[in-house]
Every structure is written in C-alpha cells, then in structure tokens.
C-alpha cells in the first residue's frame, strides 16, 4: 500500500469518476471537454465505461480531467 500513498486516484473506480463527471457536467458538456466518441454518439454510463476500460488513452483523459477538476474545486474556482 506504501506505493499508492501519493497516488490521488487510489481507492477511486472509473465508474466513480465517470458518475461523478457527468453528474456535475452533463455528457454534452462532458464531450466538449473530453473529445471522446462514446461521450457524444448516443452516451451512456455502461457504453462509455466499457469503452473506457478498453482504451488506457481515453481513460487516462478521463482520469486527467477528473483530477483537472477536483483541483480547481479545492482553490474554489468551480
């Protein structure tokens, strides 16, 4: 567990951060920020997280972009 300390997305599912992203955005706004297929063409939580789970590029955007947000929230500019 020693090598996840400094790892902000430990303890964190996809479905966690892709709930919670399109909850706070919406898939609309979600696909404009994200240039992702699956967000745009008929989006749904378990298309998109199959996708995602497939293709480490396109999570790993989704994962930066999490990570993007919940630092802006913590200085209060979201």
Not at 23 to 49: D, M, V
Request: glycine share 4%.
């Amino acid at each position: 567990m020693e090598t996840q300390k400094n790892n902000p997305l430990h303890g964190l599912t996809l479905e966690t951060i892709l709930v919670y992203l399109v909850e706070k955005f919406g898939w609309e706004e979600l696909s404009e920020e994200i240039n992702i297929n699956c967000f745009r063409s008929n989006p749904s939580l378990k298309s998109s997280l199959t996708f995602l789970r497939k293709t480490p590029w396109a999570r790993a955007k989704v994962e930066s972009y999490y990570l993007y947000v919940k630092r802006k929230e913590s200085q209060g500019k979201m």
